[in-house]
């Protein structure tokens, strides 16, 4: 657990720093734990590092939500990033690199380790019987979106940035990113993650991804309300009563004729022959990542669709980050955006059509005793709405 050093108030509530949403916390901790009133907070606190996600502050936050979950005084869980520039950008990357680079054994086993505590708190946020809010204000990637993409109460601002930018450094999307991404309507989330576009608050509303939009002034307001009064009536009172048009509602009709079906070249081919400049240069996006890994994407999309549950979309991400990570292109690409930074990765295979079915689908096959097992979360004993228990078997 993170430090939970706390300070009293006139009211008697005991909280750590962070008092309110804007603010900086001086301390060397990644996760903060805050109380005050009826309201539990999480506040990710690697400013520096745009919040991005530790092993450590992954079991931090699993353990704070499994205790509050049988805590009567706790209503309500809010989480939120500290800094003025993201909620959180994503996993630590450089860390899953370091790792990759020294597990042995074909399979590398910190970061199995890391996706099996990752995707389970995903899960559990999923399932959580307590209402779970989510800032999702400035940059939410990747990791950010599978912290706040499956919370029961999705908060964007005017400032939010949405995206998966997995394909960008020769990954696939993951955090449960594919279950909400099949799901949105049409081929939009087939054209988010193969692109590893972002969008906006407004389009993360439209698209599934986001609930209610509130001007970024008011979130103060809007954290002190939820430690008086249930979620649900704090943010209907200071959201906003008409959302701004969804930018990327205005492209769906050239995205569903492009991206529709199985096959990636003859997505590839719809694209390069529309008339929308759009559509051309999205194409060349596509074209520019891993052939592997955009390949392997459009299948865990496709594949995600028919599945009934986010547990078992996560289960077949697990699968898949194994044997991607075991690969070459996640690797190389790490080593061209973040440690290198030379932008110019060398892609094995380099083509499309170099990536062969086979190749694609032993991505999806069993681990065996390595399979992560997820049941329903078990969120509280003491809640009316009993979920049933999760259980993790996944043994690195």
């Not at 950008?89 to 042995?104: E, K, L, M, P």
């Not at 696939?172 to 988010?192: A, K, N, Q």
């Not at 993650?193 to 939009?213: C, K, P, Q, R, V």
Request: with cysteine; charged share 20%.
């Amino acid at each position: 657990m993170p430090r939970t050093d706390s300070i009293g108030s006139p009211s008697g509530e005991k909280t750590v720093a962070a008092p309110s949403a804007a603010a900086s916390v001086g301390t060397d901790d990644e996760v903060l734990l805050q109380r005050g009133g009826q309201l539990a907070r999480i506040i990710l606190n690697r400013p520096q590092a745009l919040n991005a996600l530790t092993h450590g502050m992954i079991r931090s936050i699993a353990a704070a939500l499994t205790e509050w979950a049988d805590d009567p005084a706790v209503h309500t869980v809010l989480l939120t990033g500290n800094g003025d520039r993201a909620l959180c950008a994503g996993g630590d990357i450089v860390s899953i690199y370091r790792d990759a680079r020294t597990d042995t054994g074909g399979v590398p086993d910190e970061n199995a380790r890391f996706w099996a505590d990752e995707y389970t708190l995903n899960a559990q946020i999923k399932r959580y019987a307590k209402p779970f809010v989510a800032l999702m204000d400035r940059i939410v990637l990747g990791g950010g979106v599978g912290l706040s993409g499956h919370a029961s109460h999705r908060v964007v601002t005017e400032r939010t940035t949405v995206g998966m930018p997995e394909t960008t450094i020769g990954f696939v999307p993951d955090v449960g990113g594919t279950f909400l991404y099949s799901r949105i309507p049409g081929e939009l989330g087939t054209h988010l993650a193969l692109t590893a576009a972002t969008m906006t608050g407004t389009d993360a509303i439209a698209l599934g991804l986001a609930d209610s939009y509130v001007d970024s002034a008011r979130l103060d307001s809007l954290v002190d309300a939820l430690k008086r009064m249930p979620a649900a009536d704090a943010i209907a009172q200071h959201a906003a009563s008409a959302v701004p048009p969804a930018p990327l509602l205005a492209e769906r009709a050239w995205i569903d004729e492009c991206y529709a079906g199985t096959d990636l070249p003859t997505i590839i081919d719809r694209l390069q022959k529309s008339p929308v400049a759009a559509a051309r240069e999205a194409s060349a996006a596509i074209l520019a990542k891993s052939p592997t890994a955009v390949t392997v994407t459009l299948e865990s999309l496709r594949r995600a669709r028919a599945l009934g549950s986010l547990e078992e979309v996560l289960e077949q991400e697990y699968r898949v980050s194994l044997r991607m990570v075991a690969g070459h292109d996640v690797l190389e690409g790490i080593r061209a955006q973040v440690i290198d930074k030379d932008r110019n990765p060398l892609w094995q295979p380099s083509t499309l059509d170099a990536v062969s079915g086979a190749d694609v689908q032993a991505h999806f096959t069993s681990l065996g005793e390595r399979e992560l097992r997820l049941s329903r979360v078990h969120t509280s004993g003491n809640e009316p709405n009993e979920q049933e228990s999760t259980e993790r078997e996944a043994t690195a």
